[in-house]
C-alpha cells in the first residue's frame, strides 16, 4: 500500500480564522502530470497554428510564400473561374470567367449565360493577392485564405462578415493556364 503524506499550509485568513490546505505527494504528481499535458498541449497547438499560417492562411508569412509560388509559374496568360458570395451588384455575386493576358484581365463573361460584365468585376490572380493584404491589414481576424497547393494562387477567400460589414466569400476555380 502506497503511503501518503500530506502537510498543512495556512491558506489565507478570512475573518480572522486561518483556513489550510493540505498538500499532498500524490497531488503534486497529478498537477505536475496535469501540467505537463497543458505545456505539449499549447506547443502541438502553437506549431500546428504556424503550419497552417505557413501553408497559406491569412498572414504576411503564407502569402509571401504563395504569392512567391504563384509568381515562380511565370503565368501571365490565364482564365479561371471566380464566384463571389456577398450582398453585391447584379451579375458580381454568380460564377463569372475571366480571362487575363500579360496580366491584365481583358474579358469578364457569365459563365453559365456568355453575357460580358465590366471589366472591374474581378481581378487578376496578382490583384486579388493585393486585396487579400489590404484585408489582412485592416481587419486580419476577419480573414481565411485557401491557397491551391500546386500553384500558389487563392482558391478560396473570405473576408469580413457579410451580415455586418460587406465581407464575403471569393471561390476561385478552374484555372486554366493558356500560352
Given at each position: 500500500?502506497?503511503?501518503?503524506?500530506?502537510?498543512?499550509?495556512?491558506?489565507?485568513?478570512?475573518?480572522?480564522?486561518?483556513n489550510t490546505f493540505t498538500y499532498?505527494?500524490?497531488?503534486?504528481?497529478?498537477?505536475?502530470?496535469?501540467?505537463?499535458?497543458?505545456?505539449?498541449?499549447?506547443?502541438?497547438?502553437?506549431?500546428?497554428?504556424?503550419?497552417?499560417l505557413d501553408k497559406?492562411?491569412?498572414?504576411?508569412?503564407?502569402i509571401t510564400t504563395q504569392r512567391e509560388l504563384w509568381r515562380s509559374n511565370s503565368t501571365k496568360n490565364y482564365s479561371y473561374v471566380s464566384s463571389h458570395a456577398c450582398e453585391c451588384a447584379?451579375?458580381?455575386?454568380?460564377?463569372?470567367?475571366v480571362t487575363v493576358r500579360n496580366n491584365v484581365v481583358t474579358a469578364i463573361v457569365v459563365e453559365s449565360s456568355?453575357?460580358?460584365?465590366?471589366?472591374?468585376?474581378?481581378?487578376?490572380?496578382?490583384?486579388?493577392?493585393?486585396?487579400i493584404d489590404t484585408?489582412?491589414?485592416s481587419r486580419s481576424?476577419?480573414?481565411n485564405v485557401t491557397y491551391h497547393p500546386a500553384l500558389g494562387y487563392p482558391s478560396r477567400v473570405k473576408y469580413g462578415t457579410p451580415e455586418n460589414d460587406a465581407g464575403?466569400?471569393?471561390t476561385v476555380s478552374a484555372l486554366t493556364i493558356t500560352p
Amino acid at each position: 500500500m502506497r503511503r501518503r503524506s500530506s502537510v498543512e499550509l495556512p491558506f489565507h485568513k478570512v475573518a480572522g480564522v486561518a483556513n489550510t490546505f493540505t498538500y499532498s505527494s500524490q497531488a503534486s504528481s497529478k498537477m505536475r502530470q496535469f501540467y505537463q499535458r497543458t505545456v505539449v498541449a499549447i506547443v502541438a497547438i502553437s506549431l500546428s497554428l504556424s503550419a497552417c499560417l505557413d501553408k497559406g492562411t491569412a498572414g504576411t508569412i503564407g502569402i509571401t510564400t504563395q504569392r512567391e509560388l504563384w509568381r515562380s509559374n511565370s503565368t501571365k496568360n490565364y482564365s479561371y473561374v471566380s464566384s463571389h458570395a456577398c450582398e453585391c451588384a447584379p451579375n458580381f455575386g454568380v460564377a463569372l470567367r475571366v480571362t487575363v493576358r500579360n496580366n491584365v484581365v481583358t474579358a469578364i463573361v457569365v459563365e453559365s449565360s456568355g453575357v460580358a460584365v465590366p471589366l472591374n468585376y474581378r481581378p487578376t490572380i496578382e490583384g486579388l493577392f493585393d486585396f487579400i493584404d489590404t484585408e489582412y491589414a485592416s481587419r486580419s481576424a476577419l480573414l481565411n485564405v485557401t491557397y491551391h497547393p500546386a500553384l500558389g494562387y487563392p482558391s478560396r477567400v473570405k473576408y469580413g462578415t457579410p451580415e455586418n460589414d460587406a465581407g464575403g466569400i471569393i471561390t476561385v476555380s478552374a484555372l486554366t493556364i493558356t500560352p
